[in-house]
T-cell receptor, first 116, second 113 residues
Framework: GAVVSQHPSRVICKSGTSVKIECRSL??????MFWYRQFPKQSLMLMAT?????????EQGVEKDKFLINHASLTLSTLTVTSAHPEDSSFYIC????????????FGPGTRLLVL | QKEVEQNSGPLSVPEGAIASLNCTYS??????FFWYRQYSGKSPELIMF????GDKEDGRFTAQLNKASQYVSLLIRDSQPSDSATYLC?????????????FGQGTELSVKP
């Protein structure tokens, strides 16, 4: 149980385009989903917290207009990187939380974004 | 002071030895503690959780929690090369009901054959 998927696993795009990443909890309903970014050899950086049906809460320094988060259902959240630039190239990881599942987060496999 | 601190390593141990990974946290009201393993290029996976003072064993892994001293540790017995990864300590802050975790920077473990 507690399986989280992400799609796509890898994406290469041109500078200026937008990229959408999907995060799904496959076998449970997630009350909250989290989006992280991780640069090589660095720790996880929380970008935003997303609750179904409400606006995401962004961490300080994260541009909400650049990283659009939609949480349409208890099993799906999406992150759209708008007008991507090479500095947005990173490993984006989502996680899902459900109170009844050890009260912790279960991570998706991640999406590696490369902006040319 | 960072909220959750870990020695970044790398920690190198020979195969078959015990690897000891430590973590300290600053929020005395923290209630729940987790260890995640992250292989290079992969996302974190949950390997242990502990809520009460003392030891909790699961196979070759033992988590130890000391709330008075505000530290949590992870012992890996009979270390294998496949245990080579970065280990992330995570803490749920007091009063947090929304699942948010505070992560340490991670300790890189290298198990040498």
């Amino acid at each position: 149980g507690a399986v989280v998927s992400q799609h796509p696993s890898r994406v290469i795009c041109k500078s200026g385009t937008s990229v959408k990443i999907e995060c799904r909890s496959l076998d449970f309903q997630a009350t909250t989903m989290f989006w992280y970014r991780q640069f090589p050899k660095q720790s996880l950086m929380l970008m935003a917290t997303s609750n179904e049906g409400s606006k995401a809460t962004y961490e300080q320094g994260v541009e909400k207009d650049k990283f659009l988060i939609n949480h349409a259902s208890l099993t799906l959240s999406t992150l759209t990187v708008t007008s991507a630039h090479p500095e947005d190239s990173s490993f984006y990881i989502c996680s899902a939380f459900a109170q009844h599942l050890q009260e912790t987060q279960y991570f998706g496999p991640g999406t590696r974004l490369l902006v040319l | 002071q960072k909220e959750v601190e870990q020695n970044s390593g790398p920690l190198s141990v020979p195969e078959g030895a015990i690897a000891s990974l430590n973590c300290t946290y600053s929020d005395r009201g923290s209630q729940s503690f987790f260890w995640y393993r992250q292989y290079s290029g992969k996302s974190p996976e949950l390997i242990m959780f502990i809520y009460s003072n003392g030891d909790k064993e699961d196979g070759r892994f033992t988590a130890q929690l000391n709330k008075a001293s505000q530290y949590v540790s992870l012992l890996i017995r009979d270390s294998q090369p496949s245990d080579s990864a970065t280990y992330l300590c995570a803490v749920t802050p007091l009063g947090n009901q929304g699942g948010k975790l505070i992560f340490g920077q991670g300790t890189e473990l290298s198990v040498k054959p």
